[in-house]
């Protein structure tokens, strides 16, 4: 009995029946993936209309009126189309198609949107695939944390590609990087979520290896970042959940103009009541940010994106570290300007690049308060124009200017926090600047074999060394569905300067990496193969000092669509890195036999969609203290470690469910959502904490069970 009720409920969530007359059907684009949100509605009647689902699918009632009316299709990124009701024969499937929108100038079709190094990138997201993603909270950069090549391992957006730093990695928005590219960041630049509203966002691509010497000052990976270049109906939106309120609106300024305003509060009072027990160390958390995006048509030829975003936030947060526990107190003001011109001739696009952020944080911990201001000045000059058919070459000169200024009292021994402990004052301005130019080049050799190859290097000034990159890529497509990517190169950036090293530290690497891929229509396999060899001051968690890191990692993705609403994806990353210390090599942080993780999600926009994800990995290494000598000078216990990376935290798993229902009204949407981070409240170790004399010890924990939920509404 119980088999025949699961049989019948399963049936009841895939298939829908009526006795009315319908107009069944799917919206696609030009490669038949199917379009999500697409507007489908009669000329002379829009309030009866439908919205297209996940699989692009849509069921319109059909009256006599509606018969001798006219059909149109809209979606926010591609053209509108009309068709006759009449001409239709409503007793087949109906598939329409949707053309991408593209720049057509005295012959020459330049799809302005996609960057010249597209086909070398390993990864492309759309706007609906970072809210598709279960990991993602609708956040762009969280979205790649789903991706086998992000090894970021503390639950934060900041991305980690690779066994990399996050400061080896580069965001890029519209041309311009922006870097710290995440709210609520801690003085170790790490954070919750990016400052990115999604909404803005027409794609984002991520290279994880060999990123393309287009941009420079990146050592690791790169997220490139494109915002939407067309508006096909305004659209106002309202957002409300545990912890913040926001507003988000669209409006057309021309044909070819528009222009998007959004605004956030985030507030943790209701929050924190309802998840108390799972963040016992975090007293208050809030924000205010204004974002404004624009897309000017200049005249025939030019086009202008301008994207400028306020934020100020804070936070009041229970702090741990060594054997020191005292309330962290931060607040943060930032605002930048990112601006992208470009002007189109018969023959290429010229795109001129600027961007102006600047910021201001202060910090309390203990014997650690820093007073902080950094500014950045980015701008840059490229030409990019085809050759004959088959080949396109890019170039370009870019100059960076940073400036921080320090006010800070720092600890004097790296493990003593407490205000009594003795401290030191810095007062300093750091300036540092980086003219670069470059040249990069892409070849079809045929139909199966693309070729790139780059070189970028710096103008040396205020005694800088000449820095050299240059890179090397070989796309080559196997049969149908199955292609290979191999990459090489060197690379250089800066790591920007805080209160543990007030310098421009230059890093650099040498990587190789072999990607493969099979796309089907209900099936994607990954796979990958990489090894770098990174150069530069870095430090970790232990504030230990290393040189040199060489990392070998082995990736594999595997995704299933079970059914129409059923997906499943796994993936598993081996990760083996080697920091070397004064020529000596140790097990480098962080090292995994294992990064698992699995995703199951239900799609269904008639019912709700249902995502349950589940993560594990080894614990992360750290250097266990042994004991400890009590100097008299300092008054204090001084620990004593017997070797580097000799300890493991215990196995990390979680387990989350995300809920979302939608409900479609006329014209307007509402979407209602929920999750639950940690289902079973594992306790996942994270730091290792001690006593006065470290002779006991104890441990932090990432996040605990915690529940959010909100809706979204759009006009």
């Known amino acids: 009995m119980r088999v025949i009720l699961i049989v019948l409920f399963l049936s009841a969530l895939v298939n829908n029946s009526s006795s009315q007359e319908y107009l ?10 199917p379009l999500f949100a697409a507007n489908i509605y009669f000329k002379n009647n829009i309030t009866s209309g439908a919205v297209s689902d996940f699989n ?27 068709i006759c009701v009449k001409d239709i024969d409503t007793n087949k499937y109906l598939i329409i198609s949707l053309e991408n929108n593209i720049i057509l100038l005295d012959g020459v079709m330049i799809t302005a949107r996609n960057p010249v190094s597209e086909n070398f990138s390993v990864t492309k997201i759309d706007r609906l695939g970072i809210y598709l993603n279960p990991v993602s909270s609708g956040d762009p ?5 789903s991706m086998p090549s992000s090894t970021n391992t503390d639950e934060t957006a900041n991305p980690s590609l690779r066994g990399s730093t996050s400061d080896r990695s580069l965001v890029v928005l519209n041309g311009v990087p922006v870097l710290n590219p995440v709210r609520n960041s801690r003085v170790d630049g790490i ?11 027409d794609k984002q691509y991520v290279y994880a290896s060999n990123p393309p010497l287009t941009y420079g000052n990146t050592t690791a990976g790169l997220v490139e970042i494109e915002t939407k270049k067309e508006l096909s109906t305004n659209q106002i939106q ?12 669209s409006q057309k300024l021309a044909k070819e103009s528009f222009i998007q305003v959004y605004g956030n509060v985030q507030f943790s009072d209701v929050f924190l009541a309802l998840n108390k027990k799972s963040l016992p160390r975090v007293k208050y958390f809030g924000s205010t940010d204004i974002g404004i995006n624009s897309f000017i048509k200049l005249g025939k030829n030019a086009t202008l994106n301008t994207f400028n975003y306020f934020i100020d936030e804070r936070y009041n947060v229970t702090t741990a570290v060594f054997s020191y526990e005292g309330m962290s107190n931060a607040n943060k003001t930032r605002v930048f300007s990112l601006n992208q011109l470009k002007y189109y001739t018969a023959k290429g696009v010229f795109s001129f690049n600027n961007g102006i952020d600047y910021s201001a944080s202060n910090y309390d911990f203990g014997n650690l308060i820093t007073r902080d201001k950094n500014l950045q000045l980015y701008n840059s000059l490229n030409y990019r124009q085809p050759i004959l058919s088959k080949a396109s070459i890019q170039i370009g000169i870019s100059y960076t200017f940073s400036n921080a200024a320090f006010k800070d009292s720092i600890p004097l021994l790296y493990f003593a926090f407490s205000p009594k402990s003795p401290n030191l004052y810095a007062d300093t301005i750091l300036k540092n600047h980086c003219i670069e130019g470059y040249l990069y080049s892409t070849w079809d050799i045929n139909k199966k074999l693309i070729l790139s190859a780059a070189i970028r290097s710096n103008l040396p000034v205020d005694q800088q060394r000449l820095n050299f990159s240059s890179q090397l890529g070989l796309r080559y497509n196997l049969v149908a569905h199955h292609s290979m990517l191999l990459s090489m190169g060197r690379y250089y950036n800066y790591a920007q300067p805080y209160f543990y090293s007030y310098k421009y530290r230059l890093l650099s690497s040498y990587q190789i990496a072999l990607d493969y891929t099979y796309e089907k229509r209900n099936t994607q396999i990954n796979t990958a193969f990489y090894y770098k060899n990174e150069s530069g001051e870095q430090f970790n968690s232990d504030f230990l000092i290393f040189d040199r890191t060489k990392i070998f990692g082995i990736e594999l993705y595997f995704e299933q669509l079970i059914f129409k609403s059923l997906k499943f994806s796994l993936s598993n990353t081996f990760l083996k890195k080697t920091s070397i210390i004064d020529g000596e090599s140790y097990k480098g942080d962080p090292s995994l036999n294992y990064f698992i993780k699995t995703t199951l999600n239900y799609t269904n926009p008639r019912l709700f969609n249902l995502a349950i994800t589940y993560i594990t990995r080894p614990g992360l290494y750290y250097s266990r203290i042994d004991s400890s000598y ?9 620990p004593v470690y017997t ?3 000799n300890a493991q935290y215990k196995s990390y798993n979680n387990i989350s469910l995300t809920l979302t229902r939608y409900f479609s009204f006329k014209k307007s949407a509402f979407i209602l959502f929920a999750s639950l981070n940690n289902l079973l409240n594992t306790k996942n170790q994270n730091q290792v904490l001690y006593n006065s004399n470290f002779a006991i010890k104890s441990f932090d924990y ?14």
């Open 24 to 33: 069944k059907g799917r919206v696609v684009d030009n490669n038949n993936t």
């Open 56 to 82: 692009g699918e849509f069921t319109l009632l059909l009256t006599s009126i509606s018969i001798a009316d006219t059909l149109i299709i809209s979606h926010l990124s591609y053209k509108q189309i009309k």
């Open 141 to 145: 950069l969280k979205a790649i944390t």
């Open 191 to 201: 954070g919750n979520f990016s400052l990115f509203n999604t909404e803005i966002v």
């Open 238 to 249: 309202l957002s409300l959940g545990l912890a913040n309120a926001g507003i988000f609106a």
């Open 630 to 638: 009590f100097v008299d000078e300092y008054d204090l216990y001084f």
């Open 643 to 645: 070797d580097i990376n």
């Open 702 to 715: 990432y996040q605990l069970r915690s529940f959010y939920f909100g809706f979204v509404w759009q006009l």
